[in-house]
């Protein structure tokens, strides 16, 4: 069982980075399509935050990144990506066709750009909500 | 000779580290222990993969410049190795997940992670 | 003596590989198989018909959503597996 770690310096240097490491996880994620990054990047790096205030600051602090959640949110992140897959095919194109999508004033190519920025949020929701939700059993934080 | 070398040494490199890796899975008999060599392997295969994409001379698969310019195949890394290491490094983070937890499950049951406790405690 | 079986293996295990990977393409050759068929067409052809330069990004979500798709698949399951190893309770 981890518990909150006591020491100044480690409460302060957290409370100070975390809000900047889930600010750049969003950046990695949404940035994707121009510099190295993704969904899976993305959502590794919202991981760590959510990690780094579970070893330091310990439960109590935990706000939405909730053990309960994660595994919500992990099932949510599967069925966007396979929910975009299965659109297409009520609009007479290929299962996960993204060039399907009904999305008015987009066609061809930018639909089909848009559809991978879906997907990859979806992806990014999915790895942050399993990792969490395997350290918390891992560690005994469901209990 | 020597251009042999430089043309190989990447390799070679990996197979020392998959020679280790498997090492720890075959001569340790704790299972932690094997679980480190079985991550040291996958390691060595995903460094293999990407030494497999190296070009000459070449970038990051980002396309730099315009929409209508030329693109040049020798002037961007292969992207299909690291595409498909991308998914192999998060698949080997639910594959240690899953063995962590099953580590956890036999240590409350067998109060040991030594493979001869284990399979004497089991008989 | 038990480490030399496993010190044989491991032996065995070393030559083959250093023995096949005499037959691989120089390391950096542009010429090499692994870089002429497809995955040249993915680096010409990506960015007029994803619209994505990172095209990285573009073959794992779009060229090959599927594999991308089995490999979530595959870590959603692995997390659901771990809660149910460690989950007390339940029939014994």
């Keep these: 069982m981890i518990d909150r770690y006591d020491s100044l310096i480690v409460t302060f240097t957290t409370r100070l980075l975390v809000p900047f490491i889930q600010i750049f996880a969003l950046y990695v994620i949404a940035h994707g399509h121009f510099s190295p990054g993704g969904g899976f990047q993305g959502g590794a790096i919202l991981a760590a935050s959510g990690l780094l205030v579970r070893i330091s600051l310990g439960q109590p602090v935990v706000r939405w990144f909730t053990h309960s959640r994660m595994r919500w949110l992990g099932a949510a992140g599967l069925l966007i990506f396979a929910g975009t897959g299965i659109v297409p095919l009520f609009f007479g194109s290929a299962y996960l066709d993204y060039s399907g999508l009904p999305i008015p004033f987009l066609s061809g190519a930018a639909l089909r750009a848009t559809g991978i920025l879906i997907v990859e949020i979806g992806i990014a929701m999915a790895v942050l909500g399993i990792l969490l939700t395997i350290f918390d059993h891992l560690s005994g934080w469901d209990r | 000779m020597f251009d042999d070398f430089l043309a190989r040494y990447a390799y070679w490199l990996t197979t020392v580290l998959m020679v280790i890796g498997l090492y720890g899975m075959l001569g340790k008999r704790n299972l932690m222990k094997k679980l480190i060599g079985m991550n040291i392997f996958q390691s060595a295969i995903i460094l293999f993969f990407i030494a497999g994409s190296v070009k000459e001379g070449a970038t990051v698969p980002i396309i730099q410049g315009g929409h209508h310019e030329a693109i040049d195949v020798a002037a961007y890394a292969n992207p299909l190795p690291h595409v498909l290491m991308l998914t192999a490094i998060v698949v080997s983070v639910a594959i240690t997940g899953v063995a962590l937890a099953f580590l956890i499950a036999m240590y409350k049951r067998h109060g040991s992670l030594e493979e001869p406790t284990i399979l004497g405690d089991m008989q | ?92």
Aim: charged share 20%; aromatic share 8%; glycine share 8%.
């Design chain 3, 1 to 92: 003596m038990r480490r030399l079986p496993v010190l044989l293996v491991l032996a065995a295990f070393a030559a083959l590989l250093i023995y096949a990977e005499g037959d691989l393409p120089d390391r950096g050759d542009v010429q090499a198989p692994a870089n002429q068929h497809v995955s040249a067409y993915y680096i010409q052809h990506a960015e007029e018909e994803v619209e994505t330069p990172n095209i990285v990004s573009g073959v794992l979500a779009d060229y090959r959503g599927y594999d991308t798709l089995g490999e979530t698949v595959v870590i959603f399951a692995a997390g659901m597996a771990s809660l149910l190893i460690l989950t007390r309770g339940g029939h014994r």
